[in-house]
């Protein structure tokens, strides 16, 4: 499993609890997510993005991924304040970022 400060990803189940409560997340939610964070601080286009979490079905329009990142932007509760940001890149793609409070 990966931990990233509260943030505990059980692979296997795809399982994510943060402070040891359980988050109910899709797949593609749990696989965006822990891809996020095993990158964070780095800016991740949506090729790259569609590629890793949406390999198997080819070709996903943006409006998909953005949907996703909204989902788990709201789910993860990646706001300043709980100690990551997930924040668009311009005409680029998504960067989770650590805060500090």
Do not use: C, M
Not at 10 to 36: H, N
Not at 89 to 100: H, R
């Amino acid at each position: 499993h990966d931990q990233f400060g509260s943030y505990l990803f059980e692979s296997q189940s795809a399982r994510l609890t943060i402070a040891g409560k359980a988050v109910e997340l899709t797949q593609k939610e749990f696989d965006l997510a822990l891809f996020f964070f095993r990158h964070v601080g780095q800016p991740l286009s949506r090729a790259t993005i569609q590629e890793v979490v949406w390999a198997r079905e080819g070709k996903v329009d943006s409006r998909t991924i953005d949907t996703h990142v909204s989902r788990v932007r709201n789910k993860l509760g990646l706001r300043p304040g709980n100690g990551y940001r997930l924040a668009p890149v311009y005409s680029y793609g998504y960067q989770l970022e650590k805060t500090t409070d």
